[in-house]
């Protein structure tokens, strides 16, 4: 038996001109890895913010494990836990104190959340650590001491907000296996992250939102299809010559005009030997001016799939930061 | 006072006592001050024809408060900018419970300042001259102006977040506040021009009110009626403020 978890319908969300949510909606089941992802300004944090009873919605509904996120913020509370993207903790307080503390909150008696937060520390593998304060510990200790803190007392329903930006690829894994271990406890987690990878590996349905609502929902697998496999990438640092490497390879795939250069949809290698070739010769012909950096294949990327989903480039880099 | 927000300031103390520059902040550099002051000015004074430690105490009680204050806006400003208070408005407790717990552990902080600067300056000379109810008020009536001057600064704090401004905002605040009352030289000291503005602004009355209840031969009721009306004004501005402010510091 499943049941949905998350619901939301048409969800807006204005800030002053900068139209943060518009239409947004989405189930979750109990029980899933859901991913919502999309580059910085696409919504994902005000949508995580009205998830959690920060911010209110201009229209729509949220029901978060039944609960009205308006009308029943304070139940919704009780059963939610987030982790942000920027771990708040007190740097001069012990592991363990910060989640004692965390656990008097949530109503834990004392001996309770004592109990409690040494059994945290365990299974997050901080049992040392937990005498330090937290200043001196490493990124992945950080976040690893932040989920903990918002499982306290066992949510039904966890949020993490881009949970491994800024983590190295060991810590990252990590952190991967222990959400994975939460959602076969019976959690639900939404997570939210601009890395087409991570939602990859780790999220059983994932949507992608750009310009505050939904622009495909799936499972990495139907995504993928959807950006179109593999692609090869021609990477050209002047922006004038790009039109022409595009109109030269034109007959070999759908070329798509990309920030830094080109790319085309490959079917395997062939298609960069094909295009290393044509390339070759035109070199010594035509585009003898073009300055070619570097080319090769690659896995579709948050951008390829944007591109082939919503027909415009998402620049996790430089697109403006909205609230 | 709800368990929310004793466990708060609970968090704040523990985190007070890890910071050498908060107990600095409320005992250690006061009493200097009033060493200092003492040994500067206590002679001069004394011809005068003033009492000056008599003077002095109240003088470094209403500052050390300050200073207390002004680490209160900067405290609830970090919280805003580390993500403390985000994350405390999704966990189900009282929506004002952060403010209130930081508000516990500052008063508690103030309430360590007078209890080393009453002894000192005993042992300089000062004497509570009203009795023991008049003693107890003029404790009283110190905490409840540190309650106050917290509450509106961690409003500020709330709503400035920015822990630079909340820095030269308290700066902005704390040297005219001070500087132009009646706390360190008494109003007939100050321009004429000026006198009026010094003898009625809220720390110059609330000098007024804790000097009467050290003292014996002056009326009380005047003093502390005006004292305690500025401080349930500033007491219903700061808390407006601050609860509009920890709404919208998500």
């Known amino acids: 038996m499943s049941s949905v978890m998350v619901e939301a319908n048409d969800l807006m969300k204005t800030f002053g001109t900068v139209r943060a949510l518009d239409g947004l909606s989405l189930r979750i089941e109990q029980g899933t890895i859901f991913g919502l992802l999309g580059p910085n300004g696409a919504g994902k944090t005000t949508a995580i913010n009205v998830f959690t009873t920060l911010e209110r919605p201009d229209a729509g509904q949220v029901r978060v494990a039944g609960y009205d996120v308006t009308r ?57 650590a937990g005498a330090r304060r937290t200043k001196t510990y490493s990124g992945g200790m950080r976040r690893r001491l932040d989920l903990a803190a918002s499982l306290t007392r066992e949510p039904t329903v966890l ?31 939404l997570l ?59 007959d070999l795939g759908e070329v798509t005009v990309l920030p830094d250069g080109v790319s085309l949809p490959a079917a395997g290698p062939e298609t960069l030997v094909a295009v290393v070739r044509r390339l070759d010769e035109a070199t010594a012909t035509t585009l003898s001016d073009v300055d070619i950096e570097d080319i090769g294949l690659r896995r579709p990327t948050l951008e390829d799939v944007f591109l082939r989903l919503t027909g415009q480039g998402a620049h996790p880099e430089t697109a403006e930061v909205a609230t | 006072m709800s368990l929310d927000s004793t466990v708060l300031a609970g968090r704040h103390l523990r985190l007070m006592s890890r910071r050498p520059a908060s107990i600095m902040g409320a005992v250690i550099l006061p009493l200097l ?34 200073f207390t204050a002004m680490s209160s806006a900067q405290l609830a400003a970090e919280d805003v900018t580390g993500g403390t208070l985000r994350r405390l408005r999704v966990m189900p407790i009282r929506r004002t419970a952060p403010v209130f717990g930081l508000l516990w552990a500052e008063v508690t902080r103030a309430a360590l300042s007078i209890g080393a600067l009453v002894p000192a300056s005993v042992a300089l000379g000062f004497r509570f001259r009203g009795g023991l109810l008049a003693s107890a008020g003029f404790i009283l009536a110190s905490l409840a102006f540190a309650a106050v001057l917290c509450t509106c600064f961690i409003a500020m704090g709330l709503t400035l977040r920015r822990v630079e401004a909340v820095q030269g905002a308290s700066n902005l605040i704390y040297f005219p506040a001070l500087l132009l009352s009646n706390a360190f030289a008494p109003a007939w000291a100050f321009p004429s021009w000026l006198r009026p503005v010094v003898e009625h602004q809220p720390v110059s009355r609330v000098a007024d009110a804790i000097r009467a209840l050290a ?20 007491l219903v501005v700061g808390l407006g403020f601050a609860t509009r402010a920890i709404g919208r510091a998500a």
Request: hydrophobic share 45%; charged share 25%.
């Open chain 1, 72 to 128: 029943d913020a304070a139940q919704v509370r009780g059963v939610i836990g987030v982790t942000g993207q920027f771990a708040a903790l007190d740097d001069n307080l012990t592991g363990l104190e910060n989640l004692v503390l965390f656990g008097r909150l949530m109503k834990l008696g004392r001996q309770q959340a004592k109990a409690r937060a040494r059994e945290l520390l365990e299974r997050f593998d901080l049992v040392e």
């Open chain 1, 159 to 189: 949020f993490l907000d881009e949970p491994t930006t800024g983590l190295d690829p060991h810590s990252r894994i990590a952190l991967w296996d222990m959400v994975r271990e939460l959602r076969d406890n019976g959690i639900t987690v």
């Open chain 1, 192 to 250: 939210t992250t601009q890395y087409l990878a991570e939602a990859d590996e780790l999220a059983d349905r994932i949507a992608v939102i750009d310009h505050g609502r939904v622009v495909a929902e799936g499972t990495a697998g139907e995504l993928k299809q959807r950006a179109g496999g593999s692609v090869c990438h021609i990477t050209l640092p002047d922006n004038a010559t790009r039109e022409r490497v595009a109109r030269e390879l034109a």
């Open chain 2, 33 to 66: 001050f009033a060493l200092l002051f003492f040994t500067v000015f206590g002679k001069v004074m004394d011809r005068a024809g003033i009492d000056y430690i008599f003077y002095l105490l109240p003088a470094i009680i209403i500052q050390a408060t300050f």
């Open chain 2, 215 to 234: 003292d014996t031969d002056v009326g009380l009721t005047r003093p502390l009626l005006i004292a305690t009306t500025w401080l349930a004004g500033l």
